[in-house]
């Protein structure tokens, strides 16, 4: 009898609401038409052996290894967490087939993890949801992977589907899914920088917002005041993460009701002000993103921003359908080192 389960789950693109799902906050993602592929078949041994057609190798780990710092570390850390959770009782043969980009901000490893999970659980039957899923995915980036994340990459791509977004409360986990506009597309470039949240920035810029949590004695940084932030005290950087976080709760908000309403002149705007945010108060764009973004908007985009958690990876910029080709033709003759990833919309 054949064992293998395979699955499929999509990558995300953050429409807006960036660094706050750690942060008590809301975010808006949205399911992109690239996904990922897994096949997994149960062993009877700790043996996990990883195939991917991304790389040449086959890995061959063990279940009591430790995170070493390359791909196959997110597939073996959800392995764990699906014995953890009784899906499975030994190791497994996994083979990956994915067009997600890794390093663009896309939700590669949450893919990765969420796949393994979801084919944990079907191989076992056990009902869990797929919330319970996106939770057990986080706890693979916080405790084995070591990545201080929040939940909004697990939640997209373990609940999303193609042609909504996802207005997600991080605190509650409640949800409503939006359509996305038909005359519109959000239009997913790398930026032709790759970058790893493990790298330690993120992590840095999480001990920010820590800090000042202490500060102000709440873990949900989005919902202070943004004027009781600017009048603390509070020494930078902490006071300008904690200032980001409030405000990009209030754009998440104003865009889910600007989607809904079918508002693209104020979603633009909101997402051009989540840029300029991330960019000043949370220092996680770079100069050759900031042009990217610039140039996107002034050929003609409603609206542009990094998405992901910085220091490179993609852009996300909203464009009318009939206007799409023509932009891209021009941004990407200006920008040779970025590439089109993906478009989603009605």
Request: proline share 3%; with cysteine.
């Amino acid at each position: 009898m054949d064992d293998t389960v395979t699955v499929t789950v999509p990558g995300r693109v953050n429409v807006i609401g960036e660094h706050t799902d750690y942060n008590g906050g809301m975010v808006l993602p949205a399911a992109l038409s690239v996904s990922l592929q897994l096949s997994l078949t149960p062993r009877g041994d700790n043996a996990v052996i990883l195939r991917s057609t991304a790389y040449d190798e086959t890995v061959t780990r063990s279940l009591d290894e430790a995170a070493r710092g390359d791909w196959s570390d997110a597939a073996l850390g959800a392995m764990r967490e699906a014995i953890a959770m009784d899906m499975l009782a030994g190791g497994a043969e996994v083979s990956v087939n994915s067009a997600i980009p890794a390093g663009a901000g896309l939700s590669s490893s949450a893919a990765l993890i969420v796949a393994v999970l979801k084919a944990a659980r079907a191989a076992s039957g056990i009902g869990f949801s797929d919330t319970e899923i996106a939770l057990a995915a986080r706890r693979v980036e916080n405790e084995y992977l070591g990545v201080p994340c929040g939940i909004m990459d697990q939640m997209a791509v373990a609940a999303a589907s193609i042609g909504t977004a996802m207005a997600l409360d991080t605190k509650t986990l409640k949800y409503r899914l939006l359509h996305l506009p038909k005359d519109h597309e959000l239009t997913v470039l790398h930026s032709g920088i790759t970058r790893q949240l493990s790298e330690g920035r993120y992590a840095v810029r999480a001990g920010e917002c820590d800090t000042a949590k202490a500060y102000f004695e709440s873990d949900d940084l989005c919902l202070l005041g943004p004027d009781a932030i600017r009048d603390s005290e509070l020494a930078e950087p902490a006071r300008s993460r904690a200032l980001h976080c409030a405000t990009e709760h209030a754009r998440v908000l104003a865009a889910a009701d600007a989607l809904e309403a079918g508002d693209m002149q104020s979603l633009g705007a909101l997402m051009n002000d989540s840029h300029a945010s991330m960019r000043d108060l949370f220092d996680i764009s770079l100069p050759a993103i900031d042009a990217l973004v610039a140039d996107a908007a002034a050929l003609g985009a409603v609206g542009a921003r990094l998405t992901g958690g910085g220091f490179g990876g993609c852009i996300v910029a909203l464009v009318k359908s009939t206007a799409r080709e023509a932009w891209l033709k021009q941004l990407l003759a200006k920008h040779p080192k970025a590439r089109f990833i993906d478009a989603a919309g009605g």
